[in-house]
């Protein structure tokens, strides 16, 4: 079946330095890929997506493109800041049906500290 | 336009009792999601309902949840009896059933003692 696998966090990091967050996938087919970011009391949001391969997905100074032959999807941005502290999602949606299940990995944890 | 909207947000029970939680969906999502968040894991579709009908619930546990959406909008999703285990967050998303994308409430945190 599809899955998803993240970086193990907690990650910290002073702002202003560069992030990292690995995430690759299992699916069959041909799926969509998203990040999503989950605030301290708030619901899950949606950051960036690709559908294709090379597509990049960008928002907020976050990137991360769809990698085939890798089958990864890393997260990256070049200067955190405090308030992008939160926990990251990587999910894949298979192509294949109509309902457009969301697959997850774990989360990571991210601290920004001033 | 206002988003998914759920209640309560935070619950305690102890172990065997019941109890339910509410989601409204955004206004003309014919699709309506469950996930279960435990923590330190990511959500875990629980069922999709699609207007008032049950798309895919392969992973409720149906001896103890359940879930409805009579009238296709609102939704409410039961634990009976609660287990230690099911400590989590029950988030609840929606979609247009024209569009691909999930937009997510805040979620019900649940604590079981």
């Known amino acids: 079946g599809d899955s998803v696998t993240q970086m193990e966090g907690p990650v910290t990091l002073s702002e202003e330095a560069f992030l990292t967050i690995n995430c690759t996938y299992t699916?069959?087919?041909?799926?969509?890929l998203f990040w999503y970011v989950q605030y301290p009391g708030e619901g899950l949001q949606l950051l960036l997506k690709?559908?294709?391969?090379?597509d990049k997905g960008s928002n907020k100074g976050f990137e991360a493109t769809y990698r085939k032959e890798t089958t990864s999807f890393h997260l990256e941005k070049g200067s955190v800041q405090v308030s992008d502290s939160a926990v990251y999602f990587c999910a894949l949606r298979n192509s294949g049906g109509s309902n457009y299940k969301l697959t997850f990995g774990k989360g990571t944890l991210l601290t920004v500290n001033p | 336009e206002a988003g998914v909207a759920q209640s309560p947000r935070y619950k305690i029970i102890e172990k065997r009792q019941s109890v339910a939680f509410w989601c409204n969906p955004i206004s003309g999502h014919a699709t309506l999601y469950w996930y279960q968040q435990i923590l330190g894991q990511g959500p875990k579709l629980l069922i999709q309902f699609q207007n008032n009908g049950v798309v895919d619930d392969s992973q409720l546990p149906k001896d103890r949840f359940s879930a409805e959406r009579l009238k296709g909008v609102d939704s409410t999703l039961k634990i009976q009896p609660a287990k230690l285990e099911d400590s989590a967050v029950y988030l609840c998303?929606?979609?247009?059933?024209?569009?691909?994308?999930?937009?997510f409430g805040p979620g019900t945190r649940l604590t079981v003692l």
């Open positions: 690709a559908t294709k391969a090379d």
């Open positions: 998303a929606s979609r247009r059933v024209d569009g691909a994308r999930q937009y």
């Open positions: 699916a069959t087919g041909y799926p969509s």
